[in-house]
């Protein structure tokens, strides 16, 4: 195990909401992925034994920085990676990848570049992972350096991911490796080293082992990788992971993010702050609802897309976002609950892929995790969260998840920082009310998700778990459906 540490008043408990606690010499939250790729392949150059890169979809034919190059080496992740290796030749890159984005890469024509710049050196590996239950996904996201530096969070390093923070309702830098151009799309993601990254590399190989009964030795390298004009936001500091794992083989069922979700919303006394791709799990929204019936209970913000991605997916999973919606304003007695989407300059709605939650000033979790029955416990997943009680300087921990969150939200409603402060100390610090005076109807903004009754058949797809299954036995048989609709884009990439 990774050299670990906990204070005796946190709430993240190893075994219960989290698998392993471990210090962070320097923690980053990275805001889209125009800021990610760039850190990402500055940090892989810097590489002198391992690389891995787990996640969900990978396309080789995307470049780092859509405009003229300012690091090093090949702008197309496929070249760039075959370039590592032959430059290097103490370097081993692996990737491991869902086999049924595999499969949807062959309809899209990334998958032959994969296999060819695979088969340029064999130091440069690719595996499928179908270790997951029928239907399942892994869902994680993770590149990890030498077991120096681990980026973790939700953006999938793959086509239609890159945008940058301004959201520019047609921008060619979003230029699809297809052709076409990519939406607004809004994502997060972390960047840690010290002790945390080894913890990382323990579950990375981990991830290995069951994809391919290939057991890796463990690291026996560190060194400070860490991107030279990437400014830590939190130093050290303890961060927990935190996994879901489905029940599947000899590995039995994990869901310490599903606790973890329940211990934030129980800790939290002033503030609720999420963005997330779904809403969907009633677990979650009934200790929401909890929360917001208590006359003493936080604030509750959600920020999520206007409509999920994909015909089938919008019919399901926004069906059951309107029926949790609905639940939770009826138990919403003291107006302490909002639910928006972000808009363009133009008007257009910005997809949010994010994963984050912060929890006042003290708690901040971003992931790979929705809030839907599927990252409770049916798809793999991880987290990572930070408690400010276990910081060395807990203060100026507070202080910088406060202005993460408050970054964020600037982010969505195009104010400056001043501006939203201003908004909210007139409105005696409710965040609630500070978003109403501050959205508009015009121009970039947030604007509020209405409510709305279901219909016949929306509701059958409310209640069957087809496409958000909650446990490997509701997921029996989705695989194939799940699996083209990935293919034919009804669902989303």
Request: with cysteine; aromatic share 6%.
């Amino acid at each position: 195990m990774a050299q670990t540490s906990q204070t005796s008043t946190s709430a993240l408990k190893p075994s219960e909401n989290c698998w392993q606690i471990a210090r962070a010499d320097r923690l980053r939250v990275i805001v889209d992925a125009a800021d990610y790729f760039k850190a990402a392949k500055e940090v892989m150059l810097k590489a002198r034994k391992t690389i891995f890169l787990v996640g969900w979809d990978f396309d080789t034919r995307i470049g780092f920085e859509p405009d003229d190059g300012t690091i090093d080496g090949p702008n197309k992740l496929g070249d760039f990676l075959s370039w590592l290796v032959a430059r290097n030749d103490t370097l081993e890159i692996r990737l491991l990848r869902w086999d049924l984005a595999a499969v949807a890469s062959a309809f899209r024509g990334s998958l032959p570049l994969i296999v060819k710049n695979w088969l340029t050196d064999d130091r440069l590996t690719l595996r499928l992972d179908a270790a997951h239950p029928p239907g399942s996904t892994h869902h994680a996201k993770i590149i990890l350096i030498d077991d120096s530096v681990a980026f973790c969070g939700g953006i999938d390093m793959t086509a239609g991911r890159w945008d940058t923070r301004e959201h520019l309702d047609d921008d060619p830098r979003r230029t699809l490796p297809g052709g076409g151009i990519a939406p607004p799309w809004h994502d997060v993601t972390t960047a840690v080293d010290g002790p945390v990254a080894l913890a990382i590399g323990e579950l990375v190989r981990d991830r290995w082992e069951r994809a391919t009964k290939e057991k890796l030795p463990p690291a026996d390298h560190t060194s400070d990788l860490w991107p030279a004009h990437l400014e830590p936001g939190l130093t050290d500091v303890d961060v927990a992971i935190s996994r879901t794992f489905p029940d599947w083989n000899d590995n039995p069922e994990v869901r310490e993010i599903e606790s973890l979700y329940l211990t934030l919303i129980a800790e939290a006394r002033q503030t609720l702050y999420f963005e997330t791709q779904y809403f969907a799990s009633r677990r979650i929204a009934e200790a929401l609802a909890e929360r917001l019936r208590d006359p003493e209970g936080p604030e509750v913000v959600i920020v999520m897309p206007e409509t999920a991605d994909g015909w089938l997916e919008a019919k399901a999973m926004d069906s059951a976002r309107a029926k949790l919606i609905n639940l939770i304003r009826s138990a919403d007695r003291h107006d302490r609950f909002r639910i928006c989407y972000p808009v363009t300059t133009g008007r257009n709605p910005i997809y949010i892929h994010a994963k984050v939650t912060i929890a006042d000033n003290r708690f901040l979790r971003v992931g790979s995790s929705n809030l839907n029955n599927r990252s409770m416990g049916f798809d793999t997943e991880c987290d990572l969260v930070v408690d400010a009680v276990n910081a060395k300087d807990e203060t100026a921990a507070r202080r910088a998840i406060t202005d993460i969150r408050d970054d964020l939200i600037c982010e969505h409603l195009d104010v400056s920082r001043d501006q939203f402060r201003q908004a909210l100390a007139h409105a005696s610090g409710k965040l609630t009310n500070a978003l109403d005076t501050l959205i508009s109807d015009r121009g970039r903004s947030l604007v509020p998700l209405s409510t709305r009754n279901l219909s016949k058949d929306e509701s059958v797809l409310v209640e069957n778990e087809l496409t958000d299954p909650e446990t490997a036995s509701d997921g029996f048989g989705t695989r194939l459906i799940l699996g083209l609709g990935k293919i034919t884009g009804l669902l989303p990439r």
